[in-house]
């Protein structure tokens, strides 16, 4: 069972930037393709980014294309994400997530299909 752990997040003003981690505990995260989502009280969980097995494709939500970067570090067992240009409305616990069965090349966009989830870290931006 692949454990996940978010840090990273905090407080940031708008046009900041912020770099959250996602370490997994097994050497099997090389097999997942990986995902973030994000999370605001009373709302549905949505996507942020995902990244294939050896990030062969890295897909982003509109909202934050452009502005946010996914990546990983196989060797360490590692997902980033790097958001800059912070806008209020990014505030929200975020997530990153592992699709163990996801096929070759694909970065899964749904929720539904991830395996496992780490705790969130919560991230603000102020105006």
């Known amino acids: 069972q692949v454990q996940l752990v978010e840090s990273g997040g905090g407080l940031a003003q708008a046009g900041g930037s912020l770099r959250l981690s996602c370490a997994a505990s097994?050497?099997?995260?090389?097999?997942?393709?990986m995902g973030w989502f994000r999370q605001v009280p009373g709302k549905d969980r949505e996507f942020v980014a995902a990244?294939?097995?050896?990030?062969?494709?890295?897909t982003y939500a509109d909202s934050v294309k452009a502005r946010f970067t996914a990546s990983r570090d196989d060797a360490k067992n590692t997902l980033y994400l790097q958001m800059n240009s912070l806008k209020p409305e990014d505030t929200a616990v975020y997530y990153c997530?592992?699709?163990?069965?996801?096929?070759?090349?694909?970065?899964?966009?749904?929720?539904?299909?991830?395996?496992?989830w780490g705790q969130g870290t919560q991230v603000t931006v102020s105006s």
């Open positions: 097994e050497a099997t995260f090389v097999v997942c393709a």
């Open positions: 997530a592992c699709d163990q069965n996801a096929p070759w090349g694909i970065a899964p966009t749904n929720r539904y299909e991830y395996d496992y």
């Open positions: 990244i294939s097995r050896l990030s062969r494709d890295i």
